[in-house]
């Protein structure tokens, strides 16, 4: 089983939409998705997961889109705020 991003680095506007695209790998029917995102020097945090609760913050601006067939896991992220200057990871549970 296996996850890719596509992109590991962007600058952006303040405003802009930006997609966090990806793509995984798995023999299992119903794997559980995530996403994560990480601020300097602080520890990984749920931001959403496709079965699970999403993190309070992100749910004016983002929407989410996943595509059991092309096994793809997108999420965009609107109007994007200073606030939101981190790293973010796609995970996979078989």
């Not at 695209?21 to 496709?50: D, I, W």
């Not at 992100?58 to 595509?67: G, I, P, Q, T």
Request: aromatic content about 14%; charged content about 15%; hydrophobic content about 35%.
């Amino acid at each position: 089983d296996a996850v890719f991003q596509t992109q590991t680095s962007v600058l952006l506007k303040e405003g802009a939409n930006y997609t966090i695209y990806c793509k995984y790998e798995t023999t299992t029917v119903s794997p559980t998705l995530f996403l994560y995102f990480q601020e300097s020097n602080k520890a990984p945090q749920h931001m959403l997961g496709l079965y699970s609760q999403t993190e309070t913050r992100f749910r004016e601006r983002f929407s989410a889109l996943h595509d059991e067939t092309g096994k793809t896991f997108n999420l965009t992220l609107s109007r994007v705020v200073l606030s939101y200057s981190a790293t973010y990871y796609c995970a996979l549970v078989p």
